[in-house]
T-cell receptor, first 114, second 113 residues
Framework: GQQLNQSPQSMFIQEGEDVSMNCTSSSIFNTWLWYKQDPGEGPVLLIALYKAGELTSNGRLTAQFGITRKDSFLNISASIPSDVGIYFCAGQEDSGGGADGLTFGKGTHLIIQP | GAVVSQHPSWVICKSGTSVKIECRSLDFQATTMFWYRQFPKQSLMLMATSNEGSKATYEQGVEKDKFLINHASLTLSTLTVTSAHPEDSSFYIC?????????FGDGTRLSIL
């Protein structure tokens, strides 16, 4: 099956620093999504990307859908304590109908040091 | 934003018990619902895809007779873990969509003693 390689696995940063994480795939996805998961809760959607090359922002978050359709990155600017959590990338083969399940990366655990 | 409710949030039961988990889309009619499983410190793994009124499609390696899915309406899907054993202990999460993106429930923590 398809696999998503997400890196880094964990990040230890100071408050105020910028953060960057990425996902790569061995095969093409037509939709890329980024979620954040807090302990004991379900993932919350941050950004959805539907077109190769698309660059989308959501507040301090920016994500891009790679031109090759095999990668995506997520940047967080000026991190704050509530950014702590696990960030997952997810790919979907479906190009818009939403009928396919998601393939998730292994997550990036973001830890902010005071 | 879209709200997906999952119930119960936490279950502890004896080995051999069957457990039913509900997933509801509260403010939209979901064309498709999905069930995922997440083991500690791991990622979410898709178990099955469920469309209202039709049989669920299971991922390779997921036993359809053990994980029964019923999708009775456009707002409700249920997952029943039949004759649960300790190895079935996990975090079960549903998602719902009416055509991208998927919105997730808060998950059900299942612990089998």
């Amino acid at each position: 099956g398809q696999q998503l390689n997400q890196s880094p696995q964990s990040m230890f940063i100071q408050e105020g620093e910028d953060v960057s994480m990425n996902c790569t795939s061995s095969s093409i996805f037509n939709t890329w999504l980024w979620y954040k998961q807090d302990p004991g809760e379900g993932p919350v959607l941050l950004i959805a990307l539907y077109k190769a090359g698309e660059l989308t922002s959501n507040g301090r978050l920016t994500a891009q859908f790679g031109i090759t359709r095999k990668d995506s990155f997520l940047n967080i600017s000026a991190s704050i304590p509530s950014d702590v959590g696990i960030y997952f990338c997810a790919g979907q083969e479906d190009s818009g109908g939403g009928a396919d399940g998601l393939t998730f990366g292994k997550g990036t655990h973001l830890i902010i040091q005071p | 934003g879209a709200v997906v409710s999952q119930h119960p949030s936490w279950v502890i039961c004896k080995s051999g018990t069957s457990v039913k988990i509900e997933c509801r889309s509260l403010d939209f009619q979901a064309t498709t619902m999905f069930w995922y499983r997440q083991f500690p410190k791991q990622s979410l793994m898709l178990m099955a895809t469920s469309n209202e009124g039709s049989k669920a499609t299971y991922e390779q390696g997921v036993e359809k007779d053990k994980f029964l899915i019923n999708h009775a309406s456009l707002t409700l899907s249920t997952l029943t873990v039949t004759s649960a054993h300790p190895e079935d202990s996990s975090f079960y999460i549903c998602s719902a969509t009416k055509g991208n993106p998927q919105h997730f429930g808060d998950g059900t923590r299942l612990s089998i003693l």
